[in-house]
């Protein structure tokens, strides 16, 4: 089977990926993530997975490299708002704040390029998160038991987050977490790979270059 590797050094999109079972490296893309003037959401998360891809892919010959980038963008009646990851209590809280009772979109952009063959498949997966309206005591409360500092947004579904909202709309809620599994599957299945069948089912010994 073709190698593969993860053009991320996200703990969390290595995590997703290790849900496949399929033996893969990781490898950090080193692209400038910066938002370019005007750009959409849309074409931010699905330009920047391409580049990642890319990128890693010059210094990998003969893989499947899979590169993504997710865009969070709130949305409010005076203008839409990309959220990045707010680093420390005092971002989260005001994030949170702004997010209160407001719906979020999360475009994640995956690529999956065959450094072999050239041959280059990309989306962009959405998904939305409403909030419910959240009091300072509650934002307080939850930042003490699960602090989200490193993701955009303020929290973390896959945990306790899950309580911050009234419901969530996608089609993948891995694409949440930043790997959109479900699009991933079908990228591999149209470049001939089945992941279920017993030839790919191979001891994933993940490494980091």
């Known amino acids: 089977m073709q190698a593969i590797v993860l053009a991320s050094s996200s703990p969390y999109r290595r995590q997703l990926l290790e849900k496949l079972q399929l033996p893969f490296s990781c490898a950090s893309p080193s692209v400038n993530e910066q938002r370019l ?3 959409a959401p849309q074409s931010m998360a699905l330009r920047l997975a391409v580049a990642k891809a890319k990128a890693v892919a010059a210094r990998h010959n003969q893989h499947f490299v899979i590169g993504s980038d997710q865009v969070a963008c709130l949305h409010r009646d005076d203008g839409d708002e990309i959220l990045g990851k707010p680093g420390d209590h005092r971002q989260a809280v005001a994030q949170l704040q702004r997010c209160s009772g407001q719906r979020v979109d999360f475009y994640t952009g995956l690529a999956l390029l065959n450094s ?35 993701c955009a947004g303020s929290f973390k579904v896959e ?51």
């Open 37 to 39: 003037p005007d750009e």
């Open 116 to 150: 072999t063959s050239g041959e280059l498949q990309s989306c962009v997966e959405h998904f939305a998160v409403y909030f419910r309206p959240l009091t300072s005591e509650t934002i307080e409360h939850y930042l003490a038991r699960e602090p989200a500092y490193d």
């Open 159 to 209: 945990g306790l987050g899950i309580t911050l909202f009234e419901r969530l709309e996608g089609r993948d809620p891995n694409s949440l977490t930043g790997l959109p599994l479900i699009a991933l599957v079908d990228m591999f299945s149209n470049s001939g790979l089945d992941i279920l069948s017993p030839h790919s089912v191979q001891t994933n010994n993940s490494e980091t270059h």
